[in-house]
């Protein structure tokens, strides 16, 4: 018999692979994986021991368990991008998947077809989206909308882990979605599968493999090898997410592509997360708003409505709607043009200057604990350098941390990642400038792209502006001691009467009551008298009268350490 994977056992003993997993686990065996293969010898195990698991006890009634309260909707297709190297095939298999699993529909259409298609294994569906990666898996700042729930990176057998893929790795961190590594041409004669896999452990991917977390499947697009694997994985990992939506519930998609067409006017292809989306409702996404004229399916027909997990292609918006934005559904026009023009309102301008140092950008903010940023640099030699020189920068209390690296120039893709993280995230650049695509988009986005020629200007300006923004230390400096000689109840608490041995006693100080060599409060000098007077402060050799404000229990023979905090620079 071939070697089974979990989900597999799983299927055949009608559970999920989630429960199998976990009774797994009850029984002495944990660690394992659905993606995960045993023997023949394993799998007969696994299954007696299941049965036997779950036979109900002879001489009693099984128990009733209350199951658990079920997730709200009913699951979705999951949405799924495809990133990776620019030669490695993403383009190949996306079509062979097209070719021989196109999910079944009428043939059309009115329009060509729209930047997404389903494909169906078996029955269940999966929505491709088939535009440029970045922008579909990263959601921006400003709009906090993920239009992808599952990445597949392909990585080249014959090539390994390129410099785009670290890019495409980077993009899937920041999304914090589940990953699955397609290892593809493992056809060619010098396809080295461990390479790939040693590649991927370098980048913080260890494969399940080798007892790792990261998913990975070996395929062939050219000759269709493995392609039906990769699906299940696919859904695999879509029924560990529990992907649910409401086809009733309240509505939410997010715009995967948009153009202006010259016959239809702006059209946007969406990808849709909950709810249903009709023809003639009112919509607004970003700036742009308008009534659903028409929607058009992954085949280029004409559709009623749209459904959870199904991409559409919408007409009928005012304007082109940017990429990323997610699109809501209103009551009336009224609302729809409110909603843009307040969106409109908020967008940042290009009349708006951007800061041009890491001091302009956190001049103006609170503290802060981490700092993310984005580095490029014109040659490895000088990114390594850039990298060793910030990882070193050793600031207490604030951590710096590099979201992705490379060589060349700021590029688009550089600001899409800066702009997806919620707080300020620069892009900064080591000896190179941004590409006039990369600016517009950084206007756009509200993003910084800094640039610098010299390393410690750079690592300088860093550690100045990151002690800056730390909260203040201090240190208790004891400018004056006080012995108190007598105690006296006023209408506002008790007033020690003291006489200052040394320095001197300043209202408003900071005081430390000590009794027998112990501390017992510490506090403020409220009040400060000589006789009948209320003084700023008295000198060492006299009387006066103390209040401290919030404690009463001062007595005869305490000693008041009185003391100002002065601040220590980092």
């Known amino acids: 018999m071939a070697r089974k994977r979990i989900y597999e056992i799983a299927k055949e003993l009608g559970i999920t692979s989630k429960e199998l997993i976990a009774k797994l686990a009850e029984m002495g065996m944990p660690g394992l994986k659905a993606a995960n293969s ?59 998947i097209r070719n021989s699993h196109l999910a079944e529909k009428e043939a059309g259409g009115i329009t060509q077809g729209i930047a997404a298609y389903q494909a169906d294994l078996g029955g269940r569906r999966i929505t491709f ?7 579909a898996v990263t959601g ?35 999304a914090g979605i589940p990953m699955i590594v397609a290892i593809n041409k493992i056809d060619k004669p010098n396809a080295d599968v461990d390479k790939v896999l040693n590649d991927l452990v370098r980048q913080g991917l260890t494969p399940e493999v080798w007892g790792g977390e990261t ?8 000759q269709g090898k493995n392609i039906d694997e ?23 998609a997010v715009i995967i592509e948009s153009h202006l067409s010259a016959g239809q006017g702006p059209v946007a292809s969406a990808v849709i997360k909950d709810g249903t989306l009709h023809e003639k409702d009112w919509v607004v996404a970003g700036a742009a708003h308008g009534r659903v004229r028409a929607l058009i399916d992954d085949r280029g027909n004409r559709v009623k409505e749209a459904r959870p997990g199904e991409a559409v292609g919408i007409l009928g918006f005012n304007r082109v709607p940017p990429v990323g934005a997610e699109i809501t559904v209103v009551r009336d026009q009224a609302e729809a043009r409110r909603l843009a023009e307040e969106q409109e309102e908020s967008r940042p301008r290009r009349t708006v200057r951007r800061p041009t140092s890491f001091e302009e950008l956190f001049e103006a903010g609170e503290e802060v604990e981490k700092v993310r940023l984005i580095l490029k640099a014109a040659t490895s030699g000088a990114l390594e350098a850039a990298r060793r020189e910030i990882d070193g920068i050793d600031v207490e209390g604030v951590e710096v941390e590099i979201l992705h690296a490379g060589v060349g120039v700021i590029s688009e893709s550089d600001v899409l990642l800066a702009a997806s993280v919620t707080e300020e995230c620069p892009v900064v650049g080591f000896g190179v ?12 986005e509200g993003v910084s792209i800094l640039t610098y020629d010299i390393i410690y200007d750079l690592v300088d300006e860093i550690e100045r502006v990151l002690k800056g923004k730390l909260a203040p230390e201090y240190s208790e400096v004891e ?8 105690t006296f109840k006023v209408p506002t608490g008790v007033v020690a009467g003291c006489y200052v041995a040394e320095g001197k006693a300043v209202r408003g100080s900071g005081v430390r009551v000590l009794r027998d060599g112990e501390t017992v409060f510490v506090g403020e000098i409220a009040s400060l008298r000589r006789f009948e007077d209320d003084v700023r402060e008295v000198p060492a050799g006299r009387e006066c009268g103390i209040r401290i404000k919030g404690f009463d229990d001062v007595k005869v023979g305490d000693r008041l350490s009185i ?8």
């Open 38 to 96: 045993v023997d023949e010898d394993e799998y007969a195990l696994i299954v007696n021991l299941y049965k036997e698991e779950s036979a109900p006890p002879k001489e009693e009634e099984p128990k009733a368990e209350t199951p658990p309260a079920p997730k709200k909707g009913v699951p979705r297709p999951p949405i799924v991008s495809v990133l990776g190297h620019i030669d490695h095939g993403k383009t190949t298999l996306l079509d062979a």
């Open 129 to 135: 989206i088939d535009t440029p990666g970045h922008k």
């Open 140 to 174: 921006t700042r400003a709009r906090g909308a993920k239009a992808t729930d599952i990445a597949v990176l392909v990585v080249a057998a014959d090539d390994g882990v390129m410099a785009q893929t670290v890019e495409a790795i980077d993009h899937i961190k920041a």
């Open 215 to 222: 998913i990975t499947v070996e395929v062939s697009a050219l």
């Open 230 to 252: 990769l699906l299940e994985m696919i859904l695999l990992v879509a029924e560990m997410e529990d992907l649910r939506a409401d086809p009733n519930g309240p509505f939410s």
């Open 433 to 444: 400038k941004a590409d006039g695509k990369a600016r517009k988009l950084a206007d756009r």
């Open 479 to 486: 400018i004056g001691v006080a012995e108190v000689k007598d």
């Open 563 to 570: 003391f100002e905090l002065e601040e220590i620079a980092r």
